[in-house]
């Protein structure tokens, strides 16, 4: 869950590769560092902490080479240290490397090498990849343009694990290369130079044109040419993506952070992810073709995807179950890739994932696909690896998200899923179409009332501002609203580091009332008529033992006695948490900027989690 960046062309790479590290901080932020050929040597820049301290260190400004490659850590082997950091240099200090990804036997690799007189500086995974290419350079008797391409293909086909790389050398010293197995990596083309990234947003203020990797591909750049070759070194042609995504998306435009600025977005996030599919009779998604013949013979539909992403599955199930009557199992990618879940042909399984990279729920997808079941990814990012695996994929447009704290993404996909719910169920035709147009309706307005909570947020920084300094919160909701309720416990655990807990209300008797006492902070959400007396009884259980409770409501449901009350709009409640959320992305947001913390980059996380 590193970020990798390089440059190749005519201008000064090193402020670019800066440029870029700076927008992939969200993958990793406790080292950084940088590469460059200078004067026929490879110069390596490199520490513990943020770029912004990479960028003040001595000399950096002095590197004035044009084939560059950089990166910032977030550490998997060997704890954050000048040592650790990347890239990497083989003992002759001819080859220089970055890398993300874990490579699995660099004990058996780091212990061959070993055993042919190689030493080691880091107790990383990562320095077995310049040596490894050293060493296969070395064996190498041809002496022609290819010997490094050569090296770095026989090294690749050594690695066990998952990789990113980019490759500089003084053997080599105006081409650069590079290669992906189950991490990601992008190439920008530019006019006579070329961008090289973990993912787009890092370098879309330079170029519109990518290349996206696939797995076990090798790419030799040059200032004027990208060469794409497979694992035996047999060079193809790559086809050349065009993205809309503006640079604009990617500042914070006015925002104090990033996570502030996409709440913010959300009314525009789910316009664009709503796009013209409820606008004619029949919902239309484009990428998606499922026969009626095929939906009958359906038998369970699995939703399976890791933290915020599952949180959606959770919210959806209830559509799916009531609109198209198929059992939803709803299930986390890391158990479930493990568990030998039930699956054949009659099963369909849907992946939700922001970023497209994540590891567990792409090996669950896999999974799923060796089982014979139909697999459909519902992702933010296009061309991401989970789309080049699923044999259907559907986008949530919601725009690149940057926080590593997720909420637009989680709205989006909400919304998505639940209008791939309804499609099931115009499908199927198990359902009364007056119900489904009124939901249709219900989703239209989801926008203006997002734009409605998003006026009124006083009332919740006043919360935030008297229960910052709490150790524990509880969340509490039934239905939907208890769903929901597990996102903004996630929300707060994430910035706030405040330890929370969410339950379904109707548990509370059965173990958790234990721990409320004077003073316990309990955020209770309750949008469903059908459920609100039982929901008031529970919020009075924990009243009566002293809790301060701050309470999510609808603007129809009467809330006699209850101090702290936030109201959203009304709507219909298999959707009224795409509503009730946007209070809890606030209430975590507000208390970790009281807290002084770093709302956007919380310790120990990443915005995308490439490895197991
Ligand atoms: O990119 P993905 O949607 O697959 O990521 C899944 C989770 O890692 C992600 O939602 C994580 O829980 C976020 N930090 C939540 O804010």
Not at 25 to 39: L, W
Not at 338 to 364: F, N
Not at 590 to 600: A, N, P, T
Request: charged share 25%; aromatic share 8%; net charge neutral.
């Amino acid at each position: 869950m590193c970020g990798i960046v390089g440059y190749i062309g005519y201008k000064k790479a090193t402020p670019i590769l800066i440029n870029g590290l700076l927008r992939l901080e969200y993958r990793g932020y406790d080292s950084a560092g940088i590469a460059t050929i200078e004067n026929n040597e490879i110069v390596v820049i490199k520490n513990k902490g943020r770029v912004n301290t990479l960028a003040n260190l001595d000399g950096i400004d002095k590197l004035e080479g044009t084939v560059g490659i950089a990166h910032t850590r977030w550490a998997t082997h060997g704890k954050p240290s000048k040592e650790n950091s990347h890239p990497h240099l083989d003992n002759s200090k001819s080859i220089a490397v970055v890398h993300n990804g874990i490579i699995e036997n660099y004990h058996e690799l780091k212990k061959f090498l070993t055993e042919k007189g190689y030493k080691f500086l880091s107790t990383t995974d990562s320095e077995v990849i310049p040596n490894l290419i050293h060493y296969y350079f070395n064996q190498d008797s041809k002496n022609d343009e290819n010997r490094l391409l050569r090296a770095v293909k026989n090294t690749c086909k050594d690695l066990k694990g998952s990789y990113a790389i980019e490759i500089l050398s003084i053997y080599n010293k105006d081409k650069m290369i590079v290669a992906r197995k189950d991490s990601p990596l992008v190439i920008g083309r530019g006019l006579k130079e070329s961008y090289i990234a973990s993912d787009i947003p890092a370098i879309l203020s330079y170029t519109k044109d990518f290349y996206l990797l696939d797995d076990n591909e090798i790419v030799e750049l040059s200032k004027d040419k990208i060469k794409f070759y497979n694992n035996e070194l047999e060079e193809f042609e790559k086809p050349i993506k065009s993205i809309e995504w503006g640079a604009i998306s990617v500042e914070k435009d006015g925002y104090e952070d990033f996570m502030l600025k996409e709440i913010n977005e959300q009314p525009r996030a789910i316009r664009e992810t709503v796009g013209a599919k409820l606008d004619n009779g029949k919902i239309e998604i484009e990428g998606l073709e499922f026969s009626k013949e095929y939906l009958e013979s359906l038998n369970k539909i699995y939703i399976v995807a890791c933290g915020t992403a599952m949180h959606a599955g959770l919210v959806a199930k209830s559509t799916f179950e009531k609109f198209c009557k198929i059992p939803v199992e709803v299930d986390i990618a890391s158990e479930f890739r493990y568990r030998d879940p039930l699956i054949d042909e009659k099963t369909l399984c849907i992946y939700i994932s922001q970023s497209g990279e994540t590891a567990d729920t792409i090996a669950a997808l896999k999974l799923a696909k060796s089982k014979g079941a139909k697999t459909l990814a519902i992702t933010n990012v296009i061309g991401s690896s989970i789309t080049r695996e699923a044999d259907y994929s559907i986008y949530t447009h919601a725009g690149p998200e940057i926080a590593v704290a997720s909420t637009k993404a989680y709205t989006s996909q909400v919304v998505l899923l639940i209008i791939v719910g309804m499609y099931f169920a115009e499908k199927l035709e198990r359902i009364d179409v007056s119900i489904l147009k009124n939901l249709k309706s219900d989703i239209l307005k989801l926008p203006s009332q997002i734009e409605e909570i998003l006026k009124s947020t006083n009332q919740i920084q006043e919360f935030a501002r008297k229960v910052y300094k709490e150790k524990d919160m509880f969340f509490l909701g039934r239905g939907t609203d208890y769903a929901v309720s597990l996102e903004g416990s996630l929300k707060l655990k994430e910035i706030s580091y405040i330890h929370s807990e969410s339950y379904a209300a109707g548990e509370l008797k059965h173990g958790p009332i234990a721990l409320i006492e004077n003073g316990v902070t309990v955020v209770a959400t309750m949008t469903n008529p059908d459920l609100v007396e039982k929901s008031i009884s529970n919020i009075q259980e924990v009243v009566t033992r002293g809790a301060k409770v701050f309470v999510i409501t609808s603007e129809d449901i009467k809330n006699d006695g209850l101090s702290w009350v936030i109201k959203i709009p009304k709507t219909n409640t298999l959707i009224s948490p795409i509503l009730s959320v946007i209070p809890m992305q606030l209430f975590a947001y507000y208390i970790s900027k009281e807290k002084g913390l770093d709302v956007d980059k919380p310790r120990n996380l990443a915005k995308s989690v490439t490895v197991e």
